[in-house]
């Protein structure tokens, strides 16, 4: 079935019913004719008052006044009007208290870099002596030329030509993880690769979802790369899902687990190890299966994006047992990697049930 | 011809994606099959202010609309034809004979005005909106083109604008792409384009002959303008539908997506249609075993893929940065200028970026495959006919 | 073209049947578009708005397309600037109106319409917030029925709270006219809400826009003549419009953000009257 063509998600509505009865109500009520049609909202069920469920009730949107009180600290998401000390929102979004601080977390923002996020990033730019990388962002992040290991086997100090070759450390385009060092004051991140974890990335898939900061996507969890076996023949598989909703799905590669082994001689002796091939751009020999389970790999993380699901380390991994079995169950075996459309939700629907 | 938009990818996803692509079957990225359309959704009819218009949305996010709006117009004439009645059509023919002799602008003027049905391809004005680009912009001017060219390649859309001899219906096309163009948006529009126009509607003629048309006010009862069979509510024939199909390895592949196109060795354009010759007997048995409709080519555009002017990948072996011992030779490797590792030969794992045009052989099987018997083409147009377009 | 709003005295009802503080039926959607930062689709009547937000985000060296369709720089020069800069593009869709017209971009209109918005964007946008970067706004006019302005407006707001942009307060915007012309000179003309393309026509009219739930007036465009008298009560009429569209695009908002909180997209977060910790 080459093309599938579904019923539209958002319907515009159709023109309003032209109801007598309904502009017999218009009359008698005076305070303007002006009302919205729920049932095309797509809400289902709406509750008689949703203001009055206890869910909703941290839920804000801009422009609504959250505590007069001056005892409170007012943190992302909030402003104060001038001449007052009312604490506002400015997001539409759901209240988030810590201790005295008040923020509101937003429904969907850009990723917003913290420090000790582990992030994917793209090179975009390089300058003198530092790259920009793109982290899906605000603003481009910085990876300054100090803040990477130096190939050389030695702990050395960057000469000039470093500085001359740097594009053949990163260049335009290259992939890279990485974890954000420092903030600047206007919240522009400062990255370092200065471990055997971070580096260029090579013999796998990209994929772009939106990162933390509200709905759906990857959020911050307590292991945001792991290494994770391939079904069907396929051999084990790196994941590294970046905070800010890059995600790099490769094939796992010994060499680098048995260096990582290495670092725990000695933080010191950690330069020297650098692996040799962390500014590689060539891939290793990948076999086909492998290649077929990482595509089915990105499938699930996407299937996950489409359908409003979080990504995490737990739902990646249920997810790809449940791609697996769909696979096995459908007429092509384990072949049918594809889950966009309807298989992504009939994917999704599965997880949610469990 | 013009380039579709550059993507940033590192050189060793290229690799990746051309290796997973290369391989039998080829891997897509998001795991279609080769011939599979992103799944998509559709509607028509959501402007009540136009004669026909159309909305699509891919998965991926991208999202045209079409709309369609009609106006009548005096067709232009030539000075000699200022008379309309039937005696005058001796003199025409003649005139068209002193013509084919002469040839010259034979087939032009043919088409213009002689030709009893015949019409002229500026009664169709068609623009593309993309945001962030210009009007324009070479890209936005390529896509028009290959969008207009589609539908007027045979002269016979235009024939359907015909009012009388005096008039005729100008229509404007205006396309829009709501969304940032994430991937080369001509697949998207060419089928919001044909939704779009099996959408259009023209009011109902109530004038007879060549006097000055007036039109029945019910909207109701206005035709289509691709008309349908009033028994099986089918439509009999169909506008074109452009395909973007691109060759790796040895593979062809339909509907690629942005990072697919980066690693293209070859990208065409067809458009196709249906062909109204022969359709007589195949409609005879449309609910057996038709093995698909005749379709025609219409037109076909190479695209210029971005896999061009992708930097190539550095081998280990050159890489200045590679290893523990290179770093010792850094001065001899810097020298080394990165165009001679561009000449350099293939390294398993390394991108390299396609040279040289494509091979006929190539081009010759992306155009078979498209137009193959229930193929691809057909099941695209099969399964826009199932949208609602009423 | 000569029109006949004149039989309003009759009956005291508009053209399409409504009476004078009455607002045409108002749709809103938010989130209609899964690539981008934010989007909306807006309906007045039938002025009909699709809105798509881009950003904030710094553009790249290889990105200087955006700005290349002459946008109205609002919020600053960009690039290294302190603030965000608002750029707003309007596509006007040449089957929007009645007869096929088609604008180009360097059309006047359209220039004056972005410039508007993105002064009044910029204005309520916390555009401090992020520096060298770029907002950018697209908006697309599928149909056009009077109000166009309002609605635009009205639609980047909600795509921008879409976006999770913070912003001070909600911008929304609502025409208000006469009910007799100019040149009638009509002491007893009564003020309307929201005019249609008919009324627009014929009758001096002006677009206001507010802040929240305010009586603060970020934008006011009035492009007719009209008695200074006659003024005041039209302002009003138009700022209480805008109160009720606040109401309107709140609840699209809300509803949005019940459906992720019911589906478990997002937490139900603490708020100041839960114990759970201290």
Redesign the interface.
């Given at each position: 079935?080459?093309?599938?063509?579904?019923?539209?998600?958002?319907?515009?509505?159709p023109?309003?019913p032209q109801d007598i009865s309904d502009?017999d109500s218009?009359l008698s009520s005076d305070d303007?004719?002006?009302?919205?049609?729920?049932a095309?909202?797509?809400?289902p069920n709406?509750k008689p008052n949703?203001a009055n469920?206890p869910?909703?009730?941290?839920?804000v949107?801009?422009?609504t006044l959250?505590?007069p009180d001056p005892q409170?600290m007012r943190g992302h998401?909030t402003?104060i009007?001038p001449h007052t000390t009312h604490i506002?929102s400015?997001?539409?979004?759901?209240?988030?208290?810590t201790?005295k601080l008040?923020s509101v977390?937003?429904?969907?923002?850009?990723y917003t870099p913290e420090v000790g996020d582990l992030v994917v990033g793209?090179i975009?730019?390089v300058q003198a002596k530092r790259w920009?990388v793109?982290v899906g962002s605000?603003?481009?992040a910085s990876l300054p030329l100090s803040a990477i290991n130096l190939?050389?086997?030695i702990l050395r100090k960057r000469t000039e030509?470093d500085e001359?070759?740097i594009r053949?450390?990163f260049?335009?385009?290259?992939?890279v993880v990485a974890e954000v060092q420092q903030l600047f004051q206007?919240?522009?991140a400062v990255l370092h690769t200065r471990s055997l974890k971070y580096g260029?990335?090579?013999?796998?898939?990209?994929a772009a979802v939106s990162g933390v900061?509200?709905?759906?996507g990857v959020v911050r969890s307590r292991r945001q790369v792991w290494t994770m076996e391939g079904q069907n023949g396929g051999g084990k598989m790196d994941v590294i899902l970046g905070v800010n909703g890059y995600v790099w799905i490769s094939k796992h590669v010994e060499q680098v687990a048995k260096e990582l082994e290495q670092k725990h001689m000695g933080i010191t002796n950690m330069e020297e190890n650098?692996s040799?091939?962390?500014?590689?751009?060539?891939?290793?020999?990948?076999d086909?299966d492998t290649?077929?389970e990482i595509?089915?790999l990105?499938?699930v993380v996407?299937a996950l994006v489409?359908n409003?699901?979080?990504v995490d380390e737990d739902m990646v991994i249920r997810g790809y047992a449940e791609a697996c079995e769909m696979a096995m169950l459908s007429e092509t075996g384990p072949?049918d990697?594809?889950?966009?459309?309807?298989r992504g939700e009939e994917l999704t629907r599965a997880l949610r049930g469990n | 011809m013009a380039s579709s938009q550059h993507v940033l990818l590192s050189p060793a996803e290229l690799s990746y994606l051309h290796s997973s692509l290369s391989l039998t079957p080829p891997l897509r990225p998001d795991g279609r099959s080769p011939t599979q359309y992103r799944p998509l959704s559709a509607e028509t009819g959501i402007l009540p202010g136009t004669n026909g218009s159309a909305r699509i949305c891919f998965a991926d996010g991208t999202e045209a609309i079409v709309g369609v709006k009609a106006e009548v117009e005096k067709t232009k004439r030539r000075w000699d034809d200022d008379t309309i009645f039937s005696e005058n059509n001796h003199h025409q023919q003649q005139q068209q004979q002193q013509q084919q002799q002469q040839e010259g602008e034979e087939e032009n003027e043919g088409r213009n005005n002689n030709d009893e049905e015949g019409g002229s391809s500026d009664w169709v004005e068609l623009t593309v909106e993309i945001p962030g680009y210009r009007d324009d912009d070479s890209g936005t001017v390529f896509l028009g083109q290959m969008l207009s060219e589609a539908l007027l390649a045979d002269g016979g859309f235009v024939k359907r604008l015909r009012i009388n001899r005096r008039f005729h219906w100008k229509l404007f096309l205006d396309i829009l792409l709501i969304s940032p163009p994430l991937s080369y948006p001509l697949p998207l529009l060419s089928l919001t384009t044909h939704l779009a126009l099996l959408a259009t509607r023209l009011p109902k003629l109530k004038s007879e002959g060549d006097e000055d048309p007036f039109f029945d006010d019910d909207w109701a009862a206005a035709p289509y303008l691709y008309a349908r069979d009033p028994a099986t509510k089918r439509v009999a024939e169909r506008p074109p539908v452009t395909l973007l199909v691109m060759a790796v390895g040895g593979n062809i592949i339909f509907d690629p997506s942005k990072e697919e196109l980066a690693v293209a060795d070859v990208v065409l354009a067809v458009s196709v249609g249906d062909d109204a010759q022969g359709k007589g007997e195949d409609r005879m048995d449309v609910d057996g075993s038709n093995p698909g409709r005749n379709l025609k080519l219409l037109s076909i555009r190479t695209v210029d893929p971005p896999s061009r002017l992708t930097p190539p990948g550095v081998a280990n072996a050159a890489n200045s940065a590679y290893g523990h011992a290179q770093v010792v030779n850094t001065g001899a490797n810097q020298k080394m200028p990165e165009a001679r590792q561009t000449e350099s030969e293939a390294v398993e794992g390394v991108w390299k970026p396609p040279r040289g045009g494509a091979k006929a052989v190539v081009m010759g099987a992306l155009v078979q495959k498209v137009l193959v018997r229930g193929g691809v083409a057909d099941e695209v147009l099969d399964a826009l006919e199932g949208v609602d377009t009423s | 073209m000569p029109l006949d709003t004149s039989t309003y005295n009759l009956a005291l009802l508009r053209v399409d049947g409504r009476r004078w503080n009455e607002l045409r039926r108002i749709h809103a959607q938010i989130r209609t578009q899964a690539a981008a930062d934010g989007s909306s689709y807006l309906e007045m009547g039938h002025t009909k708005v699709m809105c798509v937000v881009t950003g904030p985000s710094e553009p790249g060296p290889r990105r200087g397309v955006a700005g290349a369709g002459g946008g109205g720089g609002g919020g600053g020069a960009g690039g290294q600037s302190k603030e965000a800069e608002v750029v707003v593009n309007i596509v006007i869709a040449g089957f929007s109106s009645v007869d096929r017209k088609r604008r180009g971009r360097g059309d006047k209109r359209t220039l004056e319409m972005q410039s508007t918005l993105s002064n009044t964007l910029a204005a309520t946008l916390h555009t401090h917030l992020f520096p060298h970067s770029q907002i950018n706004i697209s908006l697309h006019v599928l149909s056009q029925d009077g109000s166009l302005l309002a609605a635009l407006i009205n639609a980047a707001t909600l795509a921008c709270v879409d976006a999770g942009i913070p912003m001070t307060d909600y911008v929304t915007a609502c025409t208000a006219g006469s009910t007799s012309t100019y040149a009638a000179n009509d002491e007893g003309a009564d003020p309307l809400l929201d005019l249609n393309h008919q009324e627009e026509q014929e009758l001096p009219g002006l677009t206001v826009a507010t802040l929240g739930d305010s009586d603060k007036v970020v934008a006011l465009v009035c492009e007719s003549r009209v008695q200074i008298s006659r003024l005041e009560g039209m302002l009003a009429v138009g700022v209480d419009g805008c109160k009720q569209v606040r109401e309107i695009l709140d609840q699209v908002i809300k509803a949005q953000g019940q459906k992720m909180i019911l589906e478990g997209t997002v937490d139900k977060g603490t708020g100041l009257n839960d114990m759970d910790l201290d």
């Open positions: 079935m080459p093309i599938t063509i579904l019923p539209p998600k958002f319907s515009h509505p023109p309003p502009s218009d303007g004719g002006a009302h919205l049609d729920f095309s909202l797509g809400l709406r949703p469920n869910l909703f009730t941290n839920l949107t801009p422009g959250i505590t409170w998401g402003y009007p506002t400015s997001l539409a979004g759901i209240i988030t208290r201790n008040i977390s937003p429904l969907r923002a850009r793209r975009v730019e920009r793109d605000v603003q481009l190939p050389g086997g030509t001359l070759q053949t450390f260049a335009e385009g290259d992939l206007d919240g522009g260029k990335l090579r013999n796998g898939l990209f900061g509200g709905g759906s650098v040799a091939g962390v500014y590689s751009s060539q891939n290793d020999p990948i086909s290649m077929r595509t089915r990105r499938g996407t489409e409003g699901c979080r072949e990697i594809y889950l966009g459309g309807q | - | -």
